[in-house]
């Protein structure tokens, strides 16, 4: 071999070593620059950009029934509703072009719709539970049932901890001075409140209140499901 082609040789793996390196560096800057975005990521960002009240009370392309609550009026795809609630779906047949209801307040009803379209992601928490409940079963919408039941049955778990406060608070109550009322009522206000794991607290009146709430509609609808999950 020759010296000509010893240095063709040399030069083309400096050349080849030296373009892999500056691949890895831009890469490494690719990265750290523009972070990997997933399929989740871009879905949770689109649907933040969603005002769910813009997206109801304007047309659409597939939006085929409008439906009127207290004066304002929505748009919706009606496979969507009927999929979801054998009652809307039953009224969309006899209604081709307006559905009425009148009796339900319309920032709770695009709730409903909310978990009804694939496009959102909503969760349930403790202020739209109680709403939820009772328009999941006037509609028979049986996922959002399950999901509702499934959430008061982790709260009911509570209750065992108000049934420990109040039983304690009954005990001290028993060893206070009864010259010591400010103390007393010092003492009862924090016995109120229920500290959870996360180190957050709950009144244990209101909790009790959203529990009668709730539980009202549930033991009309199917009171074995509450005896069950008190147990």
């Known amino acids: 071999m020759n010296v000509t082609a010893v240095m063709d040789s040399t030069n083309k793996k400096q050349t080849h070593t030296s373009i892999k390196r500056t691949y890895s560096i831009n890469k490494q800057n690719m990265t750290t620059k523009y972070p990997r975005t997933t399929e989740q990521d871009i879905r949770t960002n689109f649907i933040n950009k969603i005002n769910v009240r813009d997206y109801f009370l304007h047309e659409r392309i597939f939006s085929n029934i409008k439906i009127k609550l207290n004066e304002q009026i929505i748009w919706c795809d009606k496979a969507l509703l009927a999929a979801a609630s054998p009652i809307l779906c039953e009224q969309l047949l006899k209604n081709d072009e307006i559905l009425l209801l009148n009796d339900i307040n319309l920032d709770d009803f695009l709730l409903m719709l909310e978990f009804i379209y694939p496009l959102f992601n909503p969760e349930i928490n403790q202020q739209n539970i109680s709403c939820l409940i009772k328009l999941s079963h006037r509609f028979q919408f049986n996922i959002l049932q399950h999901a509702c039941q499934y959430y008061v049955m982790k709260y009911l778990s509570t209750i065992r901890q108000i049934i420990r406060k109040c039983n304690h608070l009954e005990t001290e109550d028993d060893c206070f ?45 199917d009171n074995i499901i509450i005896i069950q999950s008190s147990k």
Do not use: M, P
Request: a negative charge; glycine letters at 4%.
């Open 177 to 221: 001075d009864s010259n010591h009322n400010d103390e007393n009522d010092t003492y009862r206000k924090k016995s109120d409140l229920i500290e959870f794991h996360d180190g957050t607290c709950v009144d244990a009146y209101g909790i009790i209140l959203n529990l009668c709430q709730w539980l009202q509609t549930y033991f009309y609808d």
